[in-house]
């Protein structure tokens, strides 16, 4: 009896599943890099929530939106200009506005409502300051 065929078509099955174990082994390798690199970056971005939520304290308030008119930003710069308290008819003067009694009225309105969004405060009757 000749077993030399047997023997070749095991020497082919033999050296395919070397192949495949070669190519196995090479994906595993690669796998294993990607996955190395995933935890660290893991690792990373826990130290970055950490070091976030410890600093998160010492970030100033949220200031809510302004309302949509040119004048609050321009406002809010006159006082933080400002060193004491500010009546609406200084504020108008900041504005460059003319010290109409329309105009005066109308940042009176604009700073109560600052007042209400928090940013502001009502110090006095009429005087208004940052909020602290």
């Known amino acids: 009896m000749n077993i030399q065929p047997l023997l070749d078509a095991l020497d082919l099955q033999e050296n395919a599943a070397r192949a495949l174990a070669d190519d196995l082994r090479t994906q595993i390798d690669g796998l294993q890099t990607r996955l190395r690199e995933a935890e660290t970056h893991l690792e990373h971005l826990a130290i970055t929530r950490k070091t976030a939520s410890s600093l998160a304290d010492r970030l100033p308030a949220h200031t809510p939106d302004l309302p949509e008119h040119p004048d609050y930003p321009r ?19 900041a504005l460059g506005h003319e010290l109409l009694p329309k105009n005066v009225e109308g940042t009176r309105a604009k700073l109560k409502r600052l007042v209400k969004l928090g940013i502001l405060t009502d110090a006095d009757t009429g005087n208004f300051a940052r909020k602290a």
Do not use: Q
């Not at 406002?75 to 003067?93: W, Y």
């Open 75 to 93: 406002i809010l710069a006159a006082f933080n200009h400002a060193t004491g308290p500010l009546r609406a008819k200084d504020v108008c003067e």
